[in-house]
Structure formats: C-alpha cells, structure tokens
C-alpha cells in the first residue's frame, strides 16, 4: 500500500483507499461471501496460508484471477504456484479458453509478475492508468 500512498500523493491515495488497513480484506471477504465457488484458499496444518479469488467470463470463455496473496512467512514452498494450478485446473473444466490476471508495472508487483510468468501467463497486454486532479 506504501508504493500506492507515494505514487498518487496522499490525497489520492486516501480518496481510493479511506482504511488502507482494512479495505483489501473487506474486498476480498465481501467477494467470497456473494462468491464462495470462485475463491480458493490454501492451508498448511490447519493455518490459511494462500488464497485466490477469480471470476469466469462464460461468453468470452476467460477467466480472470482476481485479488491474490501467499504467505511470504510461509517461505518458497510453491504455494502460489499450487493455487495458480488448481485455479487453471478449475478453469479448463469449466470450459474456459484463456486465463487473464492484471498486475501492476511498478517494483512492488514485480514478485506477482515473475509469479504469473512462471504458472505460465505469457501473453502480455501492458496498460497505463493516469490521474488528473479537477
């Protein structure tokens, strides 16, 4: 949230994130309650250590990796690369032909993108927000 907070200036920033603590975690419980089939949750000995959300666009035949996190305590087990593989697994029975997920170009994405990269996302669509204060 850091890199958001210095790249907008804190009055952005706290227009699009008011509780930056909490706001991502409602995100994603307010998403797995109305969703629950479209989320997935990793556990180790009874501890949440990853979880996914994604959504399939059934008209299009894409579906989309949404908000997505392992525990970085957690150390390199592969537990990213796991949910990315189930999630895919899900995808293609469900008759899905490609799988989307977006990410930021900035340095604090740069662990989700060689993630991305390595489960196999190699069609890559770069884009540009901008922010014009009124």
């Not at 409602?26 to 979880?51: D, I």
């Amino acid at each position: 949230m850091e890199m958001f907070r210095q790249t907008y200036g804190e009055e952005l920033f706290s227009l699009l994130r008011p509780h930056p603590e909490t706001d991502k975690g409602e995100e994603v419980a307010a998403f797995c309650l109305k969703k629950p089939q479209w989320c997935l949750v990793c556990e180790e000995e009874g501890r949440v250590v990853g979880f996914m959300t994604f959504w399939l666009d059934r008209k299009h035949l894409v579906a989309e990796v949404g908000n997505n996190a392992a525990d970085p305590d957690c150390g390199i087990k592969g537990i990213g690369q796991q949910m990315y593989q189930a999630a895919l697994s899900f995808f293609r029975k469900e008759g899905m032909k490609y799988a989307r997920v977006h990410t930021g170009l900035d340095p604090a994405h740069q662990r989700a993108r060689r993630a991305y990269e390595r489960a196999g996302f190699n069609i890559k669509h770069e884009q540009v927000t901008y922010f014009r204060k009124l």
